[in-house]
């Protein structure tokens, strides 16, 4: 079983729509998680960490879910300049450098 | 310059050649990460460094892949002999230095996609 599972999607949305997805981790002693955002051809860039309690950053929205073991993202008011890969990450207590990512959800905004 | 630098950015290699991947980090950042990412797939860890000591190379998929970073800057990820299934975009991203269980923020390159023939 990978240490990081994602719904691969494609999630087509339209513009101004809600889009909401969910990972998984394996590994119950993860201590930190991060969405990172991949566009085509370009290298991930950190979206938003994401803190026990949630967290929010303009339209974006991050929940944390230590006792089933996922993390979610919510898109509000979708651009089409969120259309990416969206990579799910988290690390390990054990390993706490090691980075392991998820093989990303795709999303796409239309016009 | 400002980002995490790596170079080449496309390498076409014919099967059984050596090639070298090379990584600027950014200046003062302590970690240093190699990752692969294959076609519509993740970034897969490979090999981190502390400064100049490899503290982890449980990623590297053969011994045929090396990765050193002698003066705690500047890191070469080698790979012998390469096979068509070394195809793959190699990322490498630097970090400030990572806190016990909390990472920092990991800048990454934009890597070299590399082609075997």
């Known amino acids: 079983r990978k240490e990081v599972e994602q719904d691969p999607g494609p999630f087509n949305v339209p513009e101004g729509a809600t889009v909401a997805f969910n990972c998984t981790y394996s590994?119950?002693?993860?201590?930190?998680f991060f969405w990172y955002r991949q566009d085509c051809r370009k290298e991930p860039k950190l979206l938003m960490s994401v803190y026990s309690s949630g967290n929010e950053d303009g339209r974006f929205t991050a929940q944390l879910n230590r006792a089933s073991q996922y993390i979610s993202l919510l898109i509000r008011d979708s651009k089409l300049s969120d259309s990416a890969t969206y990579l799910c990450?988290?690390?390990?207590?054990?390993?706490?450098?090691?980075?392991?990512f998820g093989a990303g959800t795709t999303v796409t905004v239309r016009a | 310059g400002a980002g995490v630098s790596q170079s080449p950015r496309y390498k076409v290699a014919k099967r059984g050649q050596d090639v070298a991947l090379r990584c600027d980090p950014i200046s003062g950042h302590v970690s240093l990460f190699w990752y692969q990412q294959a076609l519509g797939q993740g970034p897969e860890f490979l090999t981190y460094f502390q400064n100049e000591a490899q503290l982890d190379k449980s990623g590297l998929p053969s011994d045929r892949f090396f990765a050193e970073r002698p003066e705690g800057s500047v890191s070469t990820l080698k790979i012998q002999r390469t096979q068509q299934e070394d195809s793959a975009v190699y990322l490498c991203a630097s970090s400030l230095y990572t806190k016990g269980g909390v990472n920092t923020e990991a800048f990454f390159g934009q890597g070299t996609r590399l082609t075997v023939v």
């Open positions: 990450v988290v690390n390990s207590q054990t390993n706490d450098y090691k980075l392991s």
């Open positions: 590994n119950s002693a993860s201590q930190s």
